[in-house]
Every structure is written in structure tokens, then in C-alpha cells.
């Protein structure tokens, strides 16, 4: 009996933060489960999955239509002299899938906990041993991929519409770039879902945050028509030096409206928002359960 006893003490190997490699794996298995969750309310309404799925498509047609009767056509002088490229639709569909993965950090994540007060299973969510952190990476690794899906339609609409030429020789390095921004993104959100368990009124801070982050990065303009301010303002966020490296590996042609190195710029952002959001989240989780104030809608 104490062999057994010494080699189950051998076995259980602890992770540096202090949890066993079993409650890591329950973890995982926590947010999988809130993933899950979250496909099967979604499919329980098809008509607003579908609308859903669509809705990258339709709410792009307006920055296109705007810019295509503005300049007369698919192609702008003036974006060529500025950013080397006058390729209207490439420049304005890569920044605008960037506006879903937005949406993925203020509102998929930053609204989870509300929702689940909404739900009512708030409260039941608080009574398990399961960390409140995996019920916000659990709505992020949903919204991911259901973002994802909607992008993947929203390149064969605007292909088959206008006409798609981007360099697919960039794939990679913009897939790794476009990763680095979701990691930074990542801890923007359990910033937001933090703020949004104090101050109630999450669609607030979401619909405040998304309009600041839209603005500050170049979705459907050049980074270097916003006042200087601005500019420097928009390296806090990943987004705009994301879009930035992406755009120099697909657009063919393209210069970037800025120097330095986007790869460790979008890998420090990530490691500070991070860090900064898992702490802000406990001090925030702690506060609310100190105060009482869960239960107040």
C-alpha cells in the first residue's frame, strides 16, 4: 500500500501554476463543454445561425459599394500612392474580416458572462469547481470558428462577385500573423468580460470598445490618414499592426504604412494583454463575489 501511495505521489506531476496535470485536463474540458454549449443554442435557432453565418457578407457590401462608386471602380490611384497598391476590394477584404474577430473579443467574450446571467445558469456556473475563466475561452474558441466559417463564405461571395487576386503565396505568414492577433485579442476580451461583470451593462462596454478598435485600425482606409495620435494610439491594439502584416504578404505590391518587425510587435501584444486580462479577471472575480453583486442584474 505505501508503494502504491509513493507512485501515485510520483505521478502526480503539478504544472508550475500550482494545478495537477488532471485539473488542467478538466479545465480543457471545461471550456471544450462551454464551446459545445454554445453550437447547440446555436443550432437550436437555424434561422438566426444562418443570418449569422451570412452576416460578414452582408454588412461588407456597404464599405465595397461605397468605395467602388467613390473612386469609379475596383481600382484607386490614390490608395496606390498611398499603401503602393490601388487593389480596392483586396484592401477592403482583408481588413474587414478583421471586424469579425473584433466582434469575437468584445462581444463573444466580453458578453459571456452576462449572457449567462441572462440564461440564468450564472449562478450555477459559480457553484462549480470549474474556473469562470473557461466559460469566457470556451465562448472564444466558439466564436472563432463560427467567425471562421462566415469568413470562408464571405471570400467565395466576394470572389465569385468581384474577383479575388491576392498573392497565396503569403498564406502562411499571414496565418501566423493573423494567430498572434488572436492570442493578443484573446486577453482584450477577458479584459472586457471582466469590466462587464462590474459594470452590468456589457453591450455598453462591447459596442464602446468595438467602435474604438474600428476606428483605430485600417479596415477600409490606410492607417496613415488617421492624425498622428491616432496612429500611435492603434499600436496598443493588434489589429491595426495585424492588418498591416497581412496585407504586406497578400496584397501584391503593397507598403506598409509603418516600419518594424509586426511578428514580435503582435507577440508582445499578446503576452501583455494576456497576463494583463487573467489578472484583471481574478481581481474581478474576486470583487464580485466579495461585494454580492452577482446577483444584482
Known amino acids: 500500500m505505501e508503494k502504491n501511495n509513493k507512485d501515485y505521489r510520483l505521478r502526480e506531476v503539478k504544472c508550475p ?18 464551446n459545445v454549449k454554445a453550437w447547440k443554442i446555436d443550432f437550436a435557432y437555424p434561422v438566426s445561425f444562418v443570418r449569422q453565418l451570412i ?4 454588412f461588407m457590401i456597404p464599405y ?6 467613390l473612386i469609379g471602380g475596383t481600382y484607386s490611384e490614390n490608395l496606390a500612392q498611398l499603401v503602393g497598391t490601388g487593389d480596392v476590394v483586396a484592401f477592403i477584404f482583408t481588413g474587414y474580416i478583421m471586424m469579425g474577430f473584433i ?28 474556473s469562470r475563466l473557461g466559460q469566457v475561452l470556451g465562448m ?3 466564436s472563432t470558428v463560427h467567425q471562421g466559417m462566415g469568413t470562408l463564405i464571405q471570400a467565395v461571395f466576394i470572389y465569385v462577385t468581384f474577383g479575388l487576386g491576392l498573392n497565396m503565396s503569403g498564406i502562411l505568414p499571414a496565418l501566423l500573423i493573423f494567430a498572434l492577433m488572436l492570442f493578443a485579442l484573446y486577453g482584450f476580451g477577458i479584459v472586457i468580460a471582466a469590466v462587464s461583470m462590474i459594470l452590468k451593462e456589457g453591450w455598453i462596454v462591447s459596442d464602446s470598445f468595438y467602435s474604438i478598435m474600428t476606428i483605430l485600425s485600417p479596415v477600409a482606409y490606410p492607417l496613415t490618414v488617421l492624425p498622428t495620435l491616432a496612429q500611435q494610439a492603434s499600436a496598443i491594439f493588434p489589429t491595426a499592426p495585424a492588418l498591416i502584416g497581412m496585407r ?7 507598403v506598409p504604412e509603418v516600419v518594424g518587425n ?9 503576452i501583455v494583454w494576456i497576463v494583463f486580462g487573467v489578472f484583471v479577471f481574478h481581481l474581478t472575480d474576486k470583487y464580485v463575489r466579495k ?3 452577482l446577483k444584482k442584474y
Open 140 to 142: 472564444a474558441l466558439h
Open 291 to 293: 461585494k454580492g453583486i
Open 55 to 58: 452576416s460578414p457578407v452582408v
Open 17 to 34: 501554476s500550482g494545478f495537477t496535470w488532471a485539473n488542467v485536463k478538466a479545465e480543457l474540458r471545461a471550456i471544450w463543454e462551454a
Open 103 to 130: 466582434g469575437t473579443a468584445v462581444w463573444a467574450m466580453g458578453f459571456s458572462m452576462r449572457r449567462e446571467q441572462w440564461f440564468g445558469t450564472l449562478e450555477a456556473i459559480y457553484v462549480t469547481p470549474a
Open 248 to 254: 504586406t504578404f497578400l496584397i501584391y505590391d503593397y
Open 262 to 270: 509586426v511578428f514580435l510587435h503582435l507577440l508582445a501584444l499578446g
Open 64 to 69: 465595397l459599394l461605397y468605395g467602388l462608386v
